[in-house]
């Protein structure tokens, strides 16, 4: 089987490219070679590639920036999705595409999850994207897999883990505001990549909710993080509101991987279990690169 993976250097990308890459081949072309937002490229590599599948894990995902960068955020996360939905019906393959939290509005009082089939209602212009990225695949790719996922880190990209060690040990802060009024399940990107493989081999169609289990709040997150890697840090709770972000944020980010589950495809594991896997194998390492300025 061969997949078309678009993103391959992302966060998501780069875990799937090679978790996927042990059982299938993978074709990850660089965004100067197959830029998304030009139907011409799309169908030129389906033509050439003739993939099974075509894995979007490609995003404009800076969620402040989407909200000043708004004709860009569309070409990327809507007329991209929808240039490879409509090249996938047309050359025969499924399409799989990765969506997110912010399609909902986080309304919901925690620890209410949200399901597959919940209303979407979003409240910034990354969410909206989202969700008409969702329209745009369901309308245009007849066989599909839309995956709702949120809250995620890894050893690649820009991510929560990430950005709160380089912004104490390299700028040497020994206090940290962090929001303790958003809830979500943090998840790493490598089990997600799992996951994927898991619905591909199974041959799955439709809308997913992947996530790890259980939930916390952003607080709990990076405490869990300092403590596991030994770091004195001092966190100081703020609210979403004080922090001042451009972009308005769901409050309530849980999903519940419900049709998993219910199809006995689930292979997500509790979030805890997962973040201490992924720091115990890379925590020494970043706090290595945060210090020296290169994380």
Request: net charge positive; aromatic share 8%.
């Amino acid at each position: 089987m061969k997949i078309l993976l678009l993103g391959g250097r992302g966060m998501l990308g780069s875990d799937c490219k090679e978790v996927l890459g042990e059982e299938y081949e993978i074709v990850a072309p660089e965004k100067k070679e197959l830029d998304i937002i030009s139907w011409d490229k799309v169908i030129e590599a389906l033509q050439a590639v003739k993939p099974d599948i075509v894995l979007n894990c490609a995003a404009f995902t800076d969620v402040d920036a989407c909200e000043k960068e708004s004709f860009k955020v569309r070409k990327v996360n809507v007329e991209g999705p929808r240039n490879l939905a409509q090249g996938s019906a047309r050359f025969n393959c499924k399409m799989i595409h990765i969506s997110s939290d912010y399609v909902f509005d986080g309304r919901k009082i925690p620890p209410q999850p949200y399901f597959e089939d919940d209303t979407m209602s979003p409240i910034s212009s990354y969410g909206q994207s989202k969700m008409e990225s969702e329209v745009a695949v369901k309308e245009n790719a007849p066989n599909y897999v839309i995956i709702r996922t949120g809250w995620l880190y890894g050893i690649h990209g820009n991510n929560f883990v990430r950005s709160i060690l380089k912004n104490t040990l390299r700028n040497k802060k020994k206090t940290l505001k962090v929001v303790d009024d958003q809830m979500g399940s943090p998840t790493w990107t490598r089990r997600l990549a799992l996951q994927i493989r898991e619905l591909i081999s199974k041959d799955a169609l439709g809308t997913f909710h992947a996530t790890a289990e259980g939930y916390c709040n952003r607080y709990r997150f990076a405490e869990h993080v300092f403590r596991k890697l030994k770091l004195k840090i001092s966190l100081q709770p703020c609210t979403m509101e004080k922090l001042g972000q451009s972009a308005k944020r769901p409050k309530n980010c849980i999903l519940e991987n419900r049709l998993l589950k219910k199809q006995g495809l689930n292979v997500m594991v509790d979030w805890q279990k997962d973040l201490d896997t992924f720091l115990g194998q890379f925590g020494d390492g970043l706090v290595k690169k945060a210090r020296a300025g290169s994380l």
